[in-house]
């Protein structure tokens, strides 16, 4: 019910636009958070954009370079992704919270009630 696209491969200081489609009445009003998860490494939190739509929390390592929007009419989430770097590189995974919740509550993954399937993001140096 979340689909996640957009991923590929790009060079260090370019550009990707994720985006996270869903789909089924559930999902009229919904939080969404975006996460990634390198090799060996456990996933982390990225982006997250309030059930109102009105705010937004970014982790730190990505904060002025990433951007998480929703289209309410299309029911798709994006993370716009701009100064990419090679650490920036691993799959990433869109979430759904059907739950109104404090902005800063979710960095959490157990906020979560639905997650996509990932995208793999890829920045070569």
């Known amino acids: 019910q979340l689909q996640a696209s957009g991923g590929g491969l790009v060079q260090a200081g370019g550009s990707l636009r994720l985006s996270c489609a869903a789909s089924?009445?559930?999902?009229?009003?919904?939080?969404a958070g975006w996460f990634r998860q390198a090799p060996g490494k456990e996933r982390e939190f990225v982006a997250a954009l309030s059930w109102s739509g009105s705010s937004t929390y970014y982790a730190d390592s990505v904060k002025g370079r990433f951007t998480i929007s929703r289209d309410n009419a299309k029911n798709t989430v994006y993370l716009q992704m701009n100064s990419l770097k090679p650490e920036d590189t691993a799959v990433y995974y869109c979430?759904?919270?059907?739950?109104?919740?404090?902005?800063?509550?979710?960095?959490?993954?157990?906020?979560?009630?639905?997650w996509g399937q990932g995208t793999q993001v890829t920045v070569s140096s």
């Open positions: 979430a759904a919270d059907l739950t109104p919740a404090p902005i800063a509550t979710m960095e959490g993954i157990n906020e979560y009630d639905y």
């Open positions: 089924g009445r559930t999902f009229s009003t919904y939080a």
